[in-house]
């Protein structure tokens, strides 16, 4: 079986990638796939800790992740309307060239 340690670190780097992709990309769509990946290490750490917790029996950390994919869902469909209205009004998906949100 797998150590604990494995999946944290996999989920570390995970969220590391996702945190560099997010920080440094100037893409809007970009940096939503980078926030995706974040969320997506943290439902590893969800699985991780209740599958190698003392009650496994318990589906306590199944329903965490399947909340937050219901979360990441949502933020996902706003996140991208929000995309589509911006580069509709601008023109472009870049953030550094996006410098005011009055209409």
């Not at 940096?31 to 003392?54: D, P, S």
């Not at 990441?72 to 870049?94: C, D, F, P, Q």
Request: charged share 10%.
């Amino acid at each position: 079986m797998t150590p604990l340690h494995s999946y944290l670190l996999l989920s570390a780097l995970l969220f590391a990638v996702g945190l560099g992709g997010a920080l440094t990309r100037r893409n809007a769509i970009i940096v939503l796939v980078g926030i995706e990946l974040m969320l997506n290490a943290a439902n590893l750490n969800f699985i991780a800790f209740w599958r190698y917790g003392q009650n496994p029996q318990a589906l306590t950390g199944i329903v965490f992740v399947i909340f937050s994919i219901g979360v990441a869902a949502a933020e996902a469909a706003v996140g991208l309307a929000l995309i589509i209205s911006i580069y509709r009004h601008y023109k472009t998906a870049n953030v550094d060239q996006i410098d005011s949100m009055k209409g």
